[in-house]
């Protein structure tokens, strides 16, 4: 391929890449110019297990994500945008049994974290995108992992993957 073929490649594919309908951006957004701001509301903790801090650990993180991949002004309350929910569980049960050595007992090898989050989005200038879904993610991890030394960076993971499920739920409508 010589180098005038490629440019035009290049060419039609990001004129093919500029065009479409609606109002995008790169993170996949489409946000019509008359949505100004978001209000999230402090996602509360109502799982029976779990850190303690996990209601502000995912508040932050939701919060963040949207101001880094929106031009959404992040304001307390009644944004043309509005998200609020709680953390509905938080789990840890075992995946894969291993059977223990001469009279030990079996065990779990690997195990499982799940929080599931209850999220509510408005969008005051058109309903039809408004919600009330439930989110979960998991992390399997291996027993001879410390929980206690790796549970928060678990717990991280997971909210990450939830808050990009929301995101893409809310403002990029995927």
């Known amino acids: 391929m010589n180098l005038r073929t490629f440019s035009l490649i290049l060419l039609l594919l990001s004129l093919g890449l500029s065009s479409g ?18 209000s ?4 509360y903790n109502n799982a029976p297990l779990g850190p303690s801090n996990m209601s502000a650990i995912f508040t932050e993180t939701i919060k963040d994500y949207f101001q880094q991949n929106t031009s959404l002004e992040l304001v307390d309350n009644n944004g043309h945008l509005q998200l609020d929910g709680y953390i509905a569980n938080y789990t840890i049960t075992p995946v894969a049994a291993t059977a223990g050595n001469q009279g030990q007992a079996d065990f779990s090898a690997l195990s499982r974290i799940t929080i599931t989050v209850s999220a509510s989005y408005t969008n005051i200038n058109d309903p039809t995108f408004d919600f009330d879904k439930t989110f979960s993610f998991f992390k399997d991890y291996d027993n001879s992992t410390n929980l206690a ?7 991280e993971e997971i909210f990450d993957q939830i808050v990009l499920d929301i995101f893409n739920a809310s403002v990029a409508n995927w």
């Open 149 to 155: 030394a790796n549970e928060e960076a678990f717990v």
């Open 21 to 38: 309908c609606g109002v995008y951006n790169f993170t996949g957004g489409n946000l019509y110019p008359d949505i100004k701001t978001i």
């Open 40 to 43: 999230i509301a402090t996602f």
